[in-house]
Structures are given as C-alpha cells and as structure tokens.
C-alpha cells in the first residue's frame, strides 16, 4: 500500500497518510501475541521486533538495515507509514482470515506477497497514491496505467484508465484487468510499456 509518495531528488513528499499510534500499538501488540516477525515502517527508516531471519531478509529486499525495536511507543510517537507480519505463507493467509475485524477500527490488512501482510489506515490505498501523483503532473486517471500482482493493488487496478494483471497474479486480480501481462519473471512491466506506449 502506499502511505507515503515522494519525488525522487528532492524527497518532496506529495502524499502522506500515517497510521496513528493507537492503532500502530494495537498491531504491534497483536503480532506479538500471535508470535510474528512484526515490522514497522517510520519515517524511511525500518523498526524490527524481534531481529529475526524473516526481518532481516525484509531488509536486504528494501536496501535498509533494520533497527531493533526496544521503546515501541517513542518509535511510533510521530506515527507509522504501515507495519507488517513477516511469516510463512500458511500462517500468513490465516493472519489475513483472522484480522478482517479490524477494518472497524479503522486499519486495513493485505497480503503483499505470500510472505507478508501489510496493516494501513483506510484511507491509505494505492488508488490515492496515484490519483496524488497525476494531480502534481497534470495527469487524469484515465490516462494512467496501472499493473499490479496482489490484493493491494485492486484499488490502483479498479481507478486506472487501464488496468493491468501480472500473469503470476491470483485469478480474482485477473478478474478486473483490462490486460494480463507476463508475470514479474518475464518482465510483464517491460512488456506493457512496449505495447501500450512505446508503440
């Protein structure tokens, strides 16, 4: 999810929405009874609980060296951008059968990938990170194409003019694509430049 939209020189934010600390706490505190790798995003820098192999892989995948939570709530004062279970696949689809609940409190749970599951504020979708970004550039939904793989992207897929399913997506992503690409290993991006733009 995107809670954070930033130019890429002059790190000028253009769209921030933070998780705040109550909520932060309540999923904190919910990984650790749940016995998970919890991972914290603030302010571009990454908080861990506890230094696991999964935190650590977490890390070298973003380029960041996590940092080892030890005062959660001076961590999270200014708010957090989004946290994360690390886990295994099984553990993580029931995770995300089981947190649904929370979306009354006013946080959103989704899996990125089999390996993790992403807690964000409603109002923290991939969909308001773009219609963000257009609006700085002049852009109007309808010429932005968006190309996506996992449930986070269905707001993104469901706004754009073009929606695009990396073929390794699951079938219901598939479902509200314009266009299934190839997958992430057979550079599906590179592929949907080509067609749609280059040509």
């Not at 553990?91 to 992403?118: T, V």
């Not at 390794?168 to 991006?189: L, Q, R």
Request: a negative charge; proline letters at 4%; aromatic letters at 8%.
């Amino acid at each position: 999810m995107v809670g954070l939209v930033i130019t890429g020189k002059s790190r000028t934010i253009i769209y921030e929405e933070k998780l705040d600390p109550v909520k932060s706490k309540r999923i904190f505190e919910l990984g650790k009874t749940l016995g998970t790798s919890i991972i914290v995003w603030v302010d571009h820098e990454l908080y861990v609980w506890p230094m696991s192999e999964a935190a650590l892989a977490y890390g070298k995948a973003v380029q960041l060296e996590p940092k080892l939570i030890t005062d959660f709530d001076e961590i999270i004062g200014k708010g957090a951008h989004k946290l994360l279970f690390a886990d295994t696949p099984e553990r993580i689809e029931k995770m995300f059968r089981d947190c649904r609940y929370l979306e009354k409190e006013g946080i959103n749970a989704h899996p990125s990938k089999p390996i993790y599951l992403e807690f964000v504020d409603t109002n923290v979708t991939k969909s308001n990170g773009i219609r963000h970004l257009a609006e700085r550039y002049g852009i109007t939904m309808e010429e932005v194409i968006a190309a996506g793989d996992s449930y986070n992207d269905l707001s993104m897929l469901q706004s754009a003019g073009l929606s695009v399913a990396m073929e390794n997506a699951p079938e219901d992503i598939k479902a509200h694509a314009d266009f299934i690409t190839k997958s992430n290993d057979e550079d599906g991006i590179a592929h949907v430049i080509e067609k749609f733009i280059l040509q």
